[in-house]
């Protein structure tokens, strides 16, 4: 792995799956527990709009996660270094931290039917995660002399 | 994919769709009131655009029995045995029929006692009205497809149009149309022999015209309605009722259209759905009822919330509103922040006795004040009275008798805005129904706030009373005697075959129940007592003045002259509070089974109800066999068999002269006396 050119990237997207899988997987468990213990603040009739938001913070980060390791099993097959990639590692290190935290601060604060302000996060979290999977896409394309 | 494939999967897609729309469109959905939110620029946007928005405020109306006041005729809205269930009512027999989720009746056709296979008809129920008391139900009239009669048409058009405008559509200003309230039904009953207004045409005409004519109004009135299964469920009790059973007034309540009970559109709708309204399509000849929604939904109280919907579909408006919290520019009305009078009005639209004025109640919105669209009836002493009230007792001689008690406290249980009008807390502004009521934050039985259930409801106000309550009540702190609602809000309104609390908030006083028969709520929680009892503790505790009674209202129980020389309404109160739990505990539980078998063969349906449930509630007859509904001689037997049952269980309960007990034994031949002098005249609660 050591002769990847893109060796850092593709520990940092390692790790960052892994600790996003690991703290959102745990805030599944704890959404569980709070169904358990059937948490007022969580279930009550009333907290659609944060159950909803927090359900999805918990997917999410979740999915995320597994994103960040398939990007570093992408970039391990790609092999060879691009300032594009660059760009989209960073684009989906941004989405993994906008895209839950919105949902999550979303449901915080609610409004009735509309979640909180933290929500203006997701929109900037997707379009980050959709750049990142662009550029994937575009750097898969074979090399010329290869098509 | 080749297009052909892509037109021949979307040809399989449209003819699934096609069928699935076939198969969940019943006959019944036909017939149901048209939703008035699905024409263009309504002004109405349905509880199920306010969900998405207001999540909380709709889940805890959605539990209440304003909702489900009246519901669309499946199963969720229907709970009891149908299928197989028969009815009879004079000579008349109906059978209810249930296919899978829908429900019909096989009943007699109008005017006829269906007997012959002709004369039955078979009628889908369509909605259902009520939901924690009795459940009524809702048929198609069953000529609903019929075309007019065209020969009594003609015969309309000559005789009757003059008055009636052609096609009974009314003159110009809509005067005298048969297809408005008040005229618009029960033409059967006009045009008989004792039909003044028509004395003229019908002389005029021969019988052949008449009913011609008759038949004609009847095809013109009533396509498009809905009238009233004769039946009801009385759900408290699970059994089946006929609907003219379920009223205090003397014998049945007979229906103006046998067998058929009343007509949805022209009293039930208006206080039964939202916004409802019958609108005559006279190009297509028949009438259609529209609502914004069956049962009371959130546009009844918040008003036509389409703009609001409207406006704040933008998420950039929404989030502005709820960061500044502003909502002066709103669309809509929140009734806990208008005055107690405004809010209090909203409440008004239903539960209140008003006679409408031009325009009616039915253009009231939320946040209006009552009084431009109704007069709120009060009872007034001696005329002259102000025209309105005039015009109404000319349509209604029984107005005032059926209305109020002769104090002027409204009698009819649900019309609580007549009693809080009268009450000083509301006329000093500090208290609307929003007070102890909330339609969000309160459990369904009685939309009651949890902190209103108690005391504190009056104390939140009235604080230095509770610091020493004892010294106020003259009762233990913790007894039903200190319990502010008890004293103040006694049972005193009828509805639904059983006693309400009054809203209109006063203190007791034997001096109003000895000049009006008002019953007060010393003596119909201490049954045991007299009249001149209350007043010397209403005399020596309040300083009230010393009423002057009778000796009969000095000395004997004034529970027992209201039960047996009272009026139907008094009686039926009385026969009420024979079981309520706090009068027991006060009065004790042997003695009024004696009493109560006096009025089991009563002539008013509720006196008879109201005795037989008050009477399984005392000892000893819990398994007292005994239907308020069966027919009079049935009833007398029943009277004798628990008079002697009593006679068997408590033969020496010792001298109380106040219950006419000599040495264990009740002075029948007084009772006789006093049954004698009962009052009988009519009283017909309008419920």
Not at chain 2, 390 to 419: C, H, K, M, V
């Amino acid at each position: 792995m050591n002769a990847s050119p893109n060796s850092r990237r593709i520990w940092l997207h390692l790790k960052l799956g892994w600790v996003w899988l690991l703290l959102f997987a745990t805030l599944g468990l704890v959404l569980e527990g709070l169904h358990g213990l059937k948490a007022g603040f969580y279930l009550d009739v009333g907290m659609e709009t944060r159950r909803l938001m927090w359900t999805l913070a918990h997917t999410h980060g979740t999915l995320i996660g597994i994103v960040h390791l398939a990007f570093a099993v992408t970039l391990e097959r790609i092999d060879r270094p691009g300032d594009a990639l660059g760009v989209a590692s960073h684009a989906l290190v941004a989405a993994g931290v906008l895209l839950p935290i919105g949902f999550f601060l979303g449901g915080v604060v609610t409004y009735g039917g509309d979640p909180g302000l933290g929500v203006l996060l997701v929109p900037i979290g997707a379009v980050s995660l959709i750049v990142a999977a662009a550029i994937v896409v575009y750097a898969l394309k074979p090399p010329r002399d290869q098509q | 994919m080749k297009l052909g494939t892509v037109f021949m999967v979307l040809g399989v897609l449209v003819a699934f769709g096609s069928v699935l729309g076939f198969v969940t469109t019943t006959s019944e959905d036909l017939y149901l009131p048209r939703d008035k939110t699905a024409v263009p620029q309504s002004a109405f946007a349905s509880s199920r655009t306010c969900r998405s928005c207001h999540p909380d405020q709709y889940a805890s109306w959605y539990r209440t029995y304003h909702r489900t006041m009246t519901q669309v005729a499946t199963p969720d809205a229907i709970h009891q045995a149908w299928d197989g269930v028969s009815l009879s009512r004079e000579g008349r027999t109906y059978h209810l029929r249930r296919e899978g989720n829908r429900f019909f009746v096989d009943m007699p056709r109008m005017a006829t006692k269906g007997e012959a296979l002709e004369d039955r008809v078979l009628l889908p129920v369509v909605q259902t009205t009520g939901s924690h008391h009795m459940q009524s139900y809702w048929m198609p009239a069953p000529w609903l497809d019929e075309p007019p009669e065209t020969q009594g048409r003609d015969r309309f058009e000559k005789h009757c149009a003059a008055c009636h405008g052609p096609g009974g559509l009314g003159l110009e200003d809509g005067e005298r149309s048969l297809l408005a309230a008040g005229l618009g039904t029960n033409v059967v009953q006009f045009l008989g022999p004792d039909d003044e207004t028509h004395l003229e045409i019908l002389e005029e005409l021969g019988s052949e015209d008449v009913a011609r004519i008759v038949r004609y109004v009847e095809r013109l009135q009533f396509p498009g309605r809905l009238t009233m299964f004769p039946f009801t469920w009385f759900i408290r009790e699970q059994r089946w009722v006929f609907d003219g059973l379920t009223y205090l007034q003397p014998g049945p309540r007979e229906h103006s259209v046998e067998p058929y009970g009343n007509n949805w559109d022209d009293k039930c709708d208006g206080c039964h759905a939202t916004y409802a309204d019958y609108r005559w399509d006279g190009d297509a000849q028949r009438g259609f009822s529209e609502a914004v929604e069956l049962g009371i939904a959130c546009e009844e109280c918040h008003g036509p919330a389409a703009r609001h919907v409207a406006r704040l579909r933008n998420p950039l408006e929404r989030y502005r509103r709820h960061l500044t919290a502003n909502a002066s520019e709103d669309d809509i009305v929140n009734p806990a922040k208008l005055s107690p009078k405004l809010a209090s009005a909203i409440c008004a639209q239903c539960h209140a006795e008003l006679i409408d004025k031009d325009p009616g109640v039915e253009a009231f919105r939320p946040g209006d004040p009552i009084e431009p669209y109704a007069h709120v009836l009060r009872r007034y002493g001696e005329p002259p009275y102000p025209d309105w009230i005039q015009e109404a007792l000319e349509d209604n001689q029984g107005l005032f008798r059926d209305s109020f008690w002769p104090d002027g406290t409204i009698l009819i249980a649900g019309r609580d805005y007549n009693g809080l009008v009268e009450s000083a807390c509301f006329i000093r502004g500090k208290m609307s129904c929003l007070s102890c009521h909330s339609m969000h934050a309160a459990e369904p039985d009685d939309q009651l706030r949890p902190e209103a259930r108690g005391n504190d409801a009056c104390l939140s106000c009235h604080q230095e009373l509770g610091t020493d309550l004892t010294a106020h009540t003259h009762h233990a702190p913790e007894s039903s005697g200190s319990q502010c609602y008890n004293c103040h809000m006694p049972h005193t309104t009828w509805g639904l075959l059983g006693a309400m609390r009054a809203h209109r908030i006063d203190s007791p006083s034997v001096a109003v129940s000895a000049s009006t028969g008002r019953p007060n709520a010393c003596n119909l929680c201490h049954l045991d007592t007299s009249l001149g009892d209350a007043s010397d503790w209403l005399t020596a505790w309040y300083g009230q003045p010393v009423v002057e009674l009778t000796e009969e209202e000095r000395d004997i129980a004034a529970s027992i002259l209201w039960l047996i020389k009272g009026n139907g309404l008094e009686r039926a109160v009385l026969a009420w509070h024979m079981s309520w739990k706090p009068a027991l505990e006060a009065s004790g539980d042997t003695w009024q089974a004696a009493y109560l078998s006096q009025v089991l063969n009563d002539p008013y349906p509720a006196v008879r109800h109201a005795a037989g449930r008050s009477l399984r509630a005392l000892p000893g007859f819990d398994d007292f066999a005994y239907d308020y509904t069966d027919a009079s001689h049935i009833c007398d037997a029943a009277a004798v068999s628990a008079k002697q049952r009593w006679l068997a269980l408590f033969p020496s309960l010792g001298t109380r002269p106040s219950l006419l007990l000599v040495d264990g034994a009740i002075d029948w031949n007084l009772v006789a006396a006093l049954q004698a002098l009962r009052d009988n005249s009519r009283i017909e609660v309008d419920e």
